[in-house]
């Protein structure tokens, strides 16, 4: 069958319009050009702590604030990390005080990033054996942005008033230093990969949620005194 010049001509402008037509729906934005497909992205499931691994956790927690209150909260932070500054100013300070949970602290240093946060952490330690963790967690994390130094955690250890042979003893001894690391790796285990992480047990639904930074405030959101505030001020945990 021979064919007319017309009828090559409508094939060609059909040809046209159907290679078109398929650049634009492989486009899925009205373009000329064709794009890579984006490969499907499942959320990551969330994770479950078990009630016993999050008392025997906190049973290695120093802690303070009522037994009786709605919500126990264990925080996981480094104590040179910025984001964990941030959130102590915007809240943590306060946890155990003028907002009435159970709060607890695990030592979680980054030391491939901070080179000071186990030194930092053996002090808190020691601090707890004399009876003054927390006023040297204050003490820690008071200053916006210090100067960290070999001078630094001394000067705040003082501030707190800590035993200056008793703390240097104590942060000297593989011991307590292994001590910290593993319960570092082992609440890695369970979930927490990132400063400031927090778990947050409901008392009175028993539910455990672990939540990043500036969740915490959805998760305290019945907690009494609990406070708003503008989550902008903070970035992506783990710095």
């Known amino acids: 069958m021979k064919i007319t010049s017309e009828a090559k001509m409508l094939i060609v402008m059909g040809v046209i319009v159907a290679v078109g037509g398929g650049f634009l729906v492989m486009s899925g934005d009205g373009s000329m050009f064709d794009k ?3 490969p499907s992205v499942n959320k990551p499931a969330p994770v ?3 009630k016993e691994d999050f008392d025997s956790v906190l049973k290695l ?3 303070k604030g009522p037994d009786d209150a709605r919500f126990t909260v264990i925080e996981f932070a480094d104590f040179q990390c910025p984001l964990c500054r941030k959130m102590y100013a915007a809240v943590c300070k306060d946890l155990g005080k003028k907002i009435s949970v159970k709060f607890g602290f695990v030592h979680y240093p980054i030391e491939e990033i901070h080179q000071y946060s186990l030194q930092a952490a053996l002090t808190g330690d020691a601090a707890r054996d004399q009876g003054k963790f927390w006023e040297y967690y204050d003490a820690m994390f008071t200053d916006t942005d210090p100067a960290w130094n070999d001078a630094l955690v001394d000067d705040r250890a003082k ?3 800590l035993n200056f042979a008793t703390t240097k003893s104590y942060i000297q001894s593989d011991e307590n230093v292994k001590k910290i690391q593993t319960l570092r790796d082992r609440v890695s285990g369970l979930g927490v990969q990132s400063t400031p992480s927090f778990w947050v047990l409901d008392n009175k639904t028993g539910k455990i949620s ?9 998760a305290l959101a019945e907690a009494p005194g609990m406070p708003k505030i503008d989550a902008t001020q903070f970035s992506t945990p783990g710095q």
């Open 36 to 38: 890579p497909n984006k």
């Open 48 to 50: 479950v702590i078990k």
């Open 210 to 218: 672990q939540v990043v930074g500036v969740e915490l405030y959805t």
């Open 61 to 63: 927690a120093p802690t």
């Open 159 to 161: 501030i707190a008033g």
